[in-house]
């Protein structure tokens, strides 16, 4: 079975088990399932890449040999036990056809969880220094982590904290949801503040090099000077803010 039959019967098995992910709103952009529909568009995209390498002899042989051998994938086009990246035939609110790609949590997975650590009596607010392999930089953020399947949120909570900075959550503080990138991505995290007592190892796995504990002040400045630019870091802050923690 060729990749791309292989993703588009992992994409039909898929919209079975989460239809919820495949349901389409009135002016909204309409995700194909007419199989002649899907079929044609993967057609018309090959015509057009085969088109516009017309100038280029070279150019235009190799596109075509490439979606001959290798045509754009349609489905699932890759999965994990993290996430799914998908590849949508789609209907755009103008009538035209195109492709749309989106990154799906994995079916029976739970929230994320982002846990802002309030540490002892004075409730300062700790941050680490976290290496992310995506922007091949380091950032200032706070703990968060992928759900756990069939894990609650409050046990998520615990187990990231552990993880990350050897903390047990001796309060938890629900701050609510988040949808991080709604152009991409279909995850939605849950933040929580955290009451701790201490902080202990850093997972160094992960790439956390150090931690520091500051104020809400220090935090909102470290904000305004670009110190913090976690989207998720941001997001919690200003959660905590608004529910009256920093008062």
Known sequence: MTAYRRARRAYEALRRVRPEWFRNESGGIEILSEPALTSSLWRMRCHTAVR??????????????????????????????????L?????????????????????????????LPLLGPDGGILLIEHYRHATREWHWEVVRGFGEPGASAEENV?????????????????LGELHPDTGLLAQQVQLFAARVESVGE??????????????????????????ITDAFTIAVLYRARLAGLFD
């Open 52 to 85: 516009e390498a017309r100038g280029s002899r070279g150019r235009y042989w190799w596109a075509r040999l490439r979606h001959a051998v290798r045509p754009e994938t349609v489905g699932v086009v890759s999965a994990d036990r993290f996430l799914f990246h």
């Open 87 to 115: 590849r949508d035939p789609v209907r755009f609110p103008d009538g035209t056809l195109g492709l749309y790609n989106r990154i799906v949590p994995p079916p029976g997975a739970t929230p994320g969880v982002v846990v």
């Open 158 to 174: 615990a187990r990231e904290l552990q993880e990350e900075v050897s903390a047990h959550p001796r309060q938890t503080v629900p």
């Open 202 to 227: 850093l997972e160094r796995h992960e790439g956390i090099r150090r931690a520091k504990v500051v104020t809400c002040a220090e935090a909102e400045e470290m904000v305004r000077t670009g110190d």
